[in-house]
């Protein structure tokens, strides 16, 4: 079979799927702050308190009353600690002792650490002066009405800490996008009891039905499929019915028995792409019917790592009003780099070195899966691009901690 596919570039491919999937909204669903752990926030969070809520002392010391400056204090005999709310009065020359976290009495300037002092009695002498006032003043973090979380924003630890200390107990969140996952191929076996010679287990089914929990979506349908044009019409009718998001791996390319590309015009969808110049990745395909993403994602497992979260992660923001939770980072290459084919752009799996350079992880192509645990990320070559000297900055996309 000759090969008449149209290529698009990665940004068209990009630009064609956000296009697309923009028309797909998910709902969304109010819950408990606590049980959104992972959901995408739907609407810009707004602080319902000030933070700090009250003049607050960073350091166990003394109060003093803005502007009272002096050798000696008298010691108030009340030590207001974290958590009181009742408070002596200050007046010029007294001292009212406050722990690390307490509210410090009305008209406080400052608050002179304990280890700056010497206390005998009831009074005390300062022996060492300091510039910080060591108070948090009342909204100097937060104030009512500022943003905390926007809209878009995958929620994690420091996003319900923060929602919950600023009196949100409740979040609107998009519900999980439903994903379908289809591994075609005569070759592959989820057994390994049935691994005969030709056969090899199938990485591509787990690895995106992993995926897909890590980034919080639901896997409501994982199959594997030989490679049979009517058996993969049928699963593809069967997954656009219960998913948002279908993803394929294997027979996108054209080789006799890559049916993907068929099976999607025979059930029916919108093909979109189906040639992009990249590498990995080339014959990555996309297609659509209303409400439902299908990418037909190449077969090697390296391929459908990096095209899960360049793509597949991609319609997931459209789909949420986010942005895809890819971090690019402009960073120097550790080592030279080298290729000979530049008409494609290139991700190349990498590590992020302690120096803050990336380097290219010892790869055979793209079904080297166990270079991925030695990487993390992937820097791009651009077209045109056969050497990158050491040094030279590249765009690298992290995969270490999505912000989103
Ligand atoms: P294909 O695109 O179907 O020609 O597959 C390309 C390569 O990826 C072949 O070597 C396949 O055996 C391999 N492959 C396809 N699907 C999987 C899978 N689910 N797990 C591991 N390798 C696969
Ligand atoms: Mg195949």
């Given at each position: 079979?000759?090969?008449?596919?149209?290529?698009?570039?990665?940004?068209?491919?990009?630009?064609?799927?956000?296009?697309?999937?923009?028309?797909?909204?998910?709902?969304?669903?109010?819950?408990?702050?606590?049980?959104?752990?992972?959901?995408?926030?739907?609407?810009?969070?707004?602080?319902?308190?000030?933070?700090?809520?009250?003049?607050?002392?960073?350091?166990?010391?003394?109060?003093?009353?803005?502007?009272?400056?002096?050798?000696?204090?008298?010691?108030?005999?009340?030590?207001?600690?974290?958590?009181?709310?009742?408070?002596?009065?200050?007046?010029?020359?007294?001292?009212?002792?406050?722990?690390?976290?307490?509210?410090?009495?009305?008209?406080?300037?400052?608050?002179?650490?304990?280890?700056?002092?010497?206390?005998?009695?009831?009074?005390?002498?300062?022996?060492?002066?300091?510039?910080?006032?060591?108070?948090?003043?009342?909204?100097?973090?937060?104030?009512?009405?500022?943003?905390?979380?926007?809209?878009?924003?995958?929620?994690?630890?420091?996003?319900?800490?923060?929602?919950?200390?600023?009196?949100?107990?409740?979040?609107?969140?998009?519900?999980?996008?439903?994903?379908?996952?289809?591994?075609?191929?005569n070759e592959i076996v989820d057994d390994p009891g049935k691994l005969v010679h030709g056969k090899i287990m199938n990485t591509n089914g787990p690895m995106l039905a992993m995926l897909a929990r890590r980034y919080s979506m639901d896997v409501v349908l994982e199959e594997s499929i030989p490679d049979n044009l009517d058996y993969t019409v049928a699963t593809?009718?069967?997954?656009?019915?219960?998913?948002?998001?279908?993803?394929?791996?294997?027979?996108?390319?054209?080789?006799?028995?890559?049916?993907?590309?068929?099976?999607?015009?025979?059930?029916?969808?919108?093909?979109?792409?189906?040639?992009?110049?990249i590498k990995p990745g080339r014959p990555l395909t996309f297609a659509t019917k209303p409400g439902v993403a299908v990418?037909?994602?190449?077969?090697?497992?390296?391929s459908v790592h990096i095209m899960f979260h360049v793509f597949v992660l991609r319609a997931v923001a459209g789909m949420c009003g986010g942005e895809s939770c890819l971090r690019e980072i402009e960073l120097p290459l550790g080592d030279d780099f080298r290729r000979r084919k530049t008409e494609r752009m290139e991700y190349v799996p990498a590590r992020l070195n302690d120096d803050g350079t990336v380097s290219a992880v010892d790869y055979h192509g793209s079904a080297h899966l166990t270079a991925l645990t030695e990487s993390d990320g992937f820097f791009v070559v651009p077209i045109g691009t056969s050497e990158l000297a050491a040094g030279e900055r590249v765009t690298f996309l992290s995969l270490l901690k999505g912000r989103r």
């Open positions: 079979m000759s090969d008449t596919r149209q290529t698009v570039s990665r940004d068209e491919a990009l630009t064609i799927v956000d296009r697309a999937v923009s028309e797909m909204s998910i709902a969304h669903e109010k819950l408990p702050v606590r049980d959104a752990v992972g959901r995408i926030l739907a609407e810009d969070q707004l602080s319902r308190l000030q933070l700090p809520p009250f003049n607050k002392s960073a350091m166990d010391g003394y109060a003093i009353l803005e502007g009272d400056k002096r050798d000696k204090y008298e010691a108030h005999p009340q030590t207001i600690l974290a958590g009181d709310s009742r408070q002596p009065e200050l007046r010029p020359g007294l001292a009212v002792k406050v722990m690390t976290g307490a509210p410090v009495p009305d008209g406080a300037g400052r608050v002179i650490p304990v280890e700056h002092v010497t206390a005998a009695d009831d009074t005390i002498e300062v022996m060492r002066t300091s510039k910080t006032t060591h108070i948090c003043r009342q909204g100097e973090d937060i104030q009512v009405g500022d943003v905390v979380v926007r809209a878009g924003t995958r929620l994690g630890a420091v996003e319900i800490a923060n929602l919950i200390g600023c009196g949100i107990t409740e979040v609107d969140v998009y519900r999980p996008i439903r994903l379908a996952v289809l591994s075609t191929g593809i009718r069967k997954a656009v019915e219960c998913a948002d998001i279908v993803a394929l791996s294997g027979g996108v390319s054209v080789g006799d028995y890559d049916f993907v590309g068929t099976a999607l015009n025979d059930a029916g969808l919108e093909v979109h792409f189906n040639k992009v110049s990418f037909g994602l190449p077969g090697n497992p390296v």
